[in-house]
T-cell receptor, first 114, second 110 residues
Framework: DGGITQSPKYLFRKEGQNVTLSCEQN?????MYWYRQDPGQGLRLIYY???????QKGDIAEGYSVSREKKESFPLTVTSAQKNPTAFYLC?????????????FGDGTRLSIL | SQQGEEDPQALSIQEGENATMNCSYKTSINNLQWYRQNSGRGLVHLIL?????REKHSGRLRVTLDTSKKSSSLLITASRAADTASYFC??????????FGAGTILRVKS
């Protein structure tokens, strides 16, 4: 079955530590996205990538970094500069431009502070 | 910034009843999408309605769009317990990005 796989499902970060969230898709989609969801709120865009080796900042990119070396992979690193990282992180992909196409989501990674 | 705002924030109905959720937005859009999120899971796309469309159906779902009022509604008919979830509208101001509202929590009691 085609889809998006996020791992791990739960992640704990210590003070001063960088952590990386994995996102892999086998839908052959060009565009990929990372969102942050806080309790009772909608999704906020962190980074997005329309094509391999290119990515753009979203609305809340500070304290995060990404790479897009392969079409199917878009890992997100939560750096120590992100002072409030506790949230539910969702990865998505779309066939074309994400504003004009349905986005397909993974099942998320829940990040907490130790 | 959040473009869409859903109303109500929470809705509780009996199985078999209809559920209506509303979404208002501020600026002109290319299209509007509705998504469902079950607790602790990712979002699932329900319907995309383009700015030149007024109504769209998919199974028990009916979406309307009124661009003059900058609003959309999602109607779920004959609701089931399995429809219990959060529902989000998302608008596209430009081709690359969706902006999500805070969502409506729907609880269907059996």
């Amino acid at each position: 079955d085609g889809g998006i796989t996020q791992s791990p499902k739960y992640l704990f970060r210590k003070e001063g530590q960088n952590v990386t969230l994995s996102c892999e898709q086998n839908l052959n989609h060009d565009a990929m996205y990372w969102y942050r969801q806080d309790p009772g709120q909608g999704l906020r865009l962190i980074y997005y990538s329309q094509i391999v080796n290119d990515f753009q900042k979203g609305d809340i990119a500070e304290g995060y970094s990404v790479s897009r070396e392969k079409k199917e992979s878009f890992p997100l690193t939560v750096t120590s500069a992100q002072k409030n990282p506790t949230a539910f992180y969702l990865c998505a992909s779309s066939r074309g431009q994400g504003g004009n196409q349905p986005q397909h989501f993974g099942d998320g990674t829940r990040l907490s502070i130790l | 910034s959040q473009q869409g705002e859903e109303d109500p924030q929470a809705l509780s109905i009996q199985e078999g009843e209809n559920a209506t959720m509303n979404c208002s937005y501020k600026t002109s859009i290319n299209n509007l999408q509705w998504y469902r999120q079950n607790s602790g899971r990712g979002l699932v796309h329900l319907i995309l309605i383009r700015s030149n469309e007024r109504e769209k159906h998919s199974g028990r779902l009916r979406v309307t769009l009124d661009t003059s009022k900058k609003s959309s509604s999602l109607l779920i008919t004959a609701s089931r317990a399995a429809d219990t979830a959060s529902y989000f509208c998302a608008t596209a101001q430009n081709p690359n990005k969706l902006v999500f509202g805070a969502g409506t929590i729907l609880r269907v009691k059996s």
